[in-house]
């Protein structure tokens, strides 16, 4: 089972700021990573897939990237809508699909 | 767009059983394979199964094999996740999602979840 490892745990940033959220996989996991944000009381939305693919819908400001064991996600100008918890999630060696711990965005 | 929609959920006693529902829309469903993914409270998202469009492959979860089914019905646009020997770590929200990608090529994700139902087990 592959073992996907975020950081920071919580990450805090100020509104219009940047974020950057790491994710490491205990081997390689190819391109086939996915992120999602999940707000309290709502169900994941995905943001990322493939790596860097922006999901229908996704602002521009969110960006992906990476291969292999490090990824990494980029949230530009922090909007009061994007504080959250951010999950990654390998899909290439299956099953288990597994996810990371998450990555708790707040403000600071 | 697809939309999930799950119920089914509820306390139940350790060692009872509950039978979840999801009704799928938007979307042509025998197309898709679909998800049962749960969170349990304050904690991460763990995967539980996962059924092709024509049911003829499913997978689990270690921590629920023998105890937990996938089924589907595509006449009625709806997936099922029939749960027994319910134990007290099963307590969790329980999510569906649609799964998109290529999954007979191995690689595929969830896409879109529904609002998922709760789940609580006493002991």
């Known amino acids: 089972e592959i073992v996907m490892t975020q950081s920071p745990a919580t990450l805090s940033v100020s509104p219009g700021e940047r974020a950057t959220l790491s994710c490491r996989a205990s081997?390689?996991?190819?391109?086939?990573l996915a992120w999602y944000q999940q707000k309290p009381g709502q169900a994941p939305r995905l943001l990322i897939y493939g790596a860097s693919t922006r999901a229908t819908g996704i602002p521009a400001r969110f960006s992906g990237s990476g291969s292999g064991t490090e990824f990494t996600l980029t949230i530009n100008s922090l909007q009061s809508e994007d504080f959250a918890v951010y999950y990654c999630?390998?899909?290439?060696?299956?099953?288990?699909?597994?996810f990371g711990q998450g990555t708790k965005v707040d403000i600071k | 767009q697809a939309q999930m929609v799950e119920s089914g959920g509820g306390l139940v006693q350790a060692g009872g059983s509950l039978r979840l529902s999801c009704e799928a829309s938007?979307?042509?469903?025998?197309?898709?394979?679909m998800s049962w993914i749960r969170q349990a409270p304050g904690k991460g998202l763990e995967w539980i199964s996962y059924m092709s469009g024509r049911s003829d492959y499913s997978k689990y979860a270690d921590s629920v094999k023998g105890r937990f089914t996938i089924s589907r019905d595509n006449g009625q646009n709806s997936v099922h996740l029939q749960m027994t020997n319910l134990r007290a770590d099963d307590t969790a929200v329980y999510y569906c999602a649609r799964v998109e990608g290529f999954c007979s090529g191995g690689s595929c994700y969830p896409d879109s979840w529904g609002q998922g139902t709760l789940v609580t087990v006493s002991s």
């Open positions: 081997q390689s996991v190819s391109g086939n």
């Open positions: 938007g979307f042509t469903f025998s197309d898709y394979y």
């Open positions: 999630h390998q899909y290439n060696d299956w099953p288990p699909w597994t």
